[in-house]
């Protein structure tokens, strides 16, 4: 038997912020997913890619990646696993600044990142998880963008697994010294 399960958008607390549940056709055979479609995304308003560049991480139970907001737009979803995704609005001249989303990514739910954006989330996989990243822009070093701790007390994100700062297995020593939400926020008025 044939089950559908159609393309659906919801835009968030996030100013161009919008979770994409794919199209999924499942039968006895398993599941073929639309991973994008630039007909839907257009037909649903939203404007994606196109892309430059994918990356394919694969983190450990617990680990966290991010938060990270660099000028590029940023499509991300996993390809095996489970993460909790978390989005921190860092633009300083958007009407939703300081807004922070967070999404439970499991096959199927992606999120379209606007840029200056920023994008993180934790592992919440038994073993590991894939996250897959498309990017409109090519990483390079030095490129525009602002980082801010995941441990930010201030963010509120209930990350599920509780995380230790020391632990460089759970969180880089980057993203641990990174600066807070409100230090990043000061450092873009001045």
């Known amino acids: 038997m044939v089950r559908i399960d159609d393309f659906t958008t919801e835009s968030t607390a996030?100013?161009?912020l919008h979770v994409v549940r794919m199209k999924q056709i499942h039968d006895e055979r398993g599941t073929v997913r639309e991973f994008f479609r630039a007909s839907a995304m257009a037909d649903a308003g939203l404007h994606a890619g196109p892309w430059q560049q994918l990356n394919l991480t694969e983190t450990s139970r617990g680990a966290v990646r991010g938060l990270h907001g660099e000028a590029?737009?940023?499509?991300?979803?996993?390809?095996?696993?489970?993460?909790?995704?978390?989005?921190?609005d860092a633009r300083p001249d958007s009407p939703t600044v300081g807004a922070v989303v967070t999404v439970p990514i499991e096959l199927g739910v992606q999120v379209l990142v606007p840029r200056g954006v920023l994008n993180g989330f934790q592992s919440t996989s038994d073993g590991v998880s894939q996250y897959?990243?498309?990017?409109?822009?090519?990483?390079?070093?030095?490129m525009a963008g602002v980082?801010?701790?995941?441990?930010?007390?201030?963010?509120?994100?209930?990350?599920?697994?509780?995380?230790?700062a020391?632990?460089?297995?759970?969180?880089?020593?980057?993203?641990a010294a990174a600066p807070t939400l409100a230090e990043v926020l000061a450092a873009q008025r001045s």
Do not use: N
């Open 166 to 175: 020391d632990d460089r297995a759970q969180l880089s020593a980057k993203d």
């Open 72 to 88: 590029m737009t940023k499509f991300v979803s996993v390809v095996h696993g489970t993460v909790l995704g978390a989005y921190v």
């Open 132 to 142: 897959l990243y498309c990017f409109d822009d090519e990483w390079r070093p030095g």
């Open 147 to 164: 980082a801010v701790t995941p441990l930010d007390p201030a963010l509120g994100i209930a990350w599920p697994i509780p995380i230790d």
């Open 14 to 16: 996030i100013d161009g």
